[in-house]
């Protein structure tokens, strides 16, 4: 199972131990709601750090003696801003997407361990994918445009033009770590190609989330639900002493009643929960709704009846990164990967919802179908 440590210079590393904790995260494409279940209680009884992050919003609230200071939250936040947002400039993945030169490496201190770590995590869950996974999809998405925006100006010849230097591998792109090489005294990463270019974000999110809930569990606290643009990982309990609840959205484009339309409510215990869904980000072409995810392995826009699916596992990160494999993979392969994922990690407590759109089948009071794993069939409670 994957576990959260501390390194001697106190970076943040993702390693496989069976005696972690599960955890898990959610990961909504459009928007989660954290259940507030609580009665009137002291605000004292609660601490809650809240504010804008990563080009979207976060909250963290825990309770008990032990406490953790804003600047803590603002650094750990900023660490991962400083290296993996492509928003900023100064950012290292921006210089790193900047650089086009084959015959020198792109050098740098890896304190951190941030790009290590997401580095063989992106690796191995690309491996897992076949490949639906894939961080250097950033070329097809700033082609096809956000949300489809470029897609009547799209045409073959440039998405073959691209697919040329797509795909995370050492033909493409290849990071060397200090230790590897008696030679290396930096981190060191080396482009095949030198137009390839990395979007870490759907596995980036994420592994912010565990490190805030590793930076809140050092620090002695043991209930704590912490959220950063839908992403929501939670240990212990809620300040009622019950499991934090974790509502999943009803995969509709818009509700005239107002506010958003709920399908479902986990119970999450040590756990967290990430939905990726395509439902409000889509174009339509001659009647026909193509999704904003693009596939790496084609690179056109994935199509196929999958709404939104809901991920349980071992890290925020994980679900993260499994929510966007299965979002390009489909209903079909979508969950032949999840079912091969809980072979093969046993013991990882991975779970998932999957919100099909029901097609020819659709009624008014059906429009979809669903599909559970047998560890969530019963414990979902549906709205």
């Known amino acids: 199972m994957w576990r959260l440590m501390i390194s001697e210079d106190n970076a943040q590393v993702l390693k496989r131990d069976t005696n972690y904790i599960a955890v898990a995260t959610l990961k909504v494409a459009t928007v989660f709601v954290v259940l507030n279940l609580y009665s009137c209680t002291s605000p004292s009884s609660e601490r809650i750090h809240s504010g804008e992050a990563q080009g979207t919003t976060y909250m963290i609230k825990y309770t008990g003696d032990e406490s953790v200071t804003q600047l803590q939250v603002d650094s750990v936040i900023e660490s991962m801003d400083v290296e993996m947002n492509t928003w900023r400039n100064d950012a290292r993945i921006s210089k790193l997407n900047n650089f086009t030169r084959e015959d020198v490496a792109f050098s740098f201190d890896d304190h951190s361990k941030i790009w290590s770590v997401i580095w063989e995590l992106s690796s191995d869950i690309r491996t897992d994918s076949d490949?639906?996974?894939?961080?250097?999809?950033?070329?097809?998405?700033?082609?096809?445009?956000?949300?489809?925006?470029?897609?009547?100006?799209?045409?073959?010849?440039?998405?073959?033009?691209?697919?040329r230097f797509v795909g995370f591998g050492p033909e493409n792109i290849d990071l060397k770590e200090p230790g590897a090489s008696r030679s290396l005294s930096e981190t060191q990463i080396f482009k095949g190609d030198g137009r390839t270019q990395l979007d870490f974000n759907a596995i980036a999110q994420g592994y912010t989330v565990d490190m805030l809930i590793h930076l809140l569990m050092e620090s002695g606290i043991e209930n704590a639900m912490v959220e950063l643009g839908g992403e929501v990982r939670c240990i212990g309990l809620n300040l009622k002493g019950l499991p934090w609840r974790i509502a999943v959205d009803k995969p509709v484009t818009n509700n005239r009643a107002g506010g958003r339309p709920l399908q479902a409510i986990l119970e999450v215990n040590n756990a967290s929960v990430c939905t990726s869904g395509n439902y409000r980000k889509f174009k339509e072409i001659d009647g026909v709704r193509v999704s904003h995810t693009i596939d790496p392995r084609t690179g056109y826009p994935a199509y196929h009846a999958l709404l939104s699916v809901t991920i349980q596992a071992g890290s925020a990160a994980v679900a993260d990164a499994y929510a966007t494999a299965c979002m390009v993979l489909g209903p079909k392969d979508g969950r032949a990967f999840i079912e091969r994922m809980l072979r093969e990690n046993p013991g990882e407590s991975i779970e998932a919802l999957f919100i099909i759109d029901a097609g020819v089948n659709a009624t008014t009071d059906v429009p979809f179908e669903f599909w559970a794993t047998e560890g969530w069939k019963e414990d979902i409670i549906w709205l």
């Open 131 to 163: 490949g639906a996974f894939d961080p250097t999809v950033k070329p097809l998405v700033d082609l096809w445009g956000f949300g489809l925006q470029h897609v009547d100006s799209v045409d073959s010849t440039d998405v073959d033009s691209i697919m």
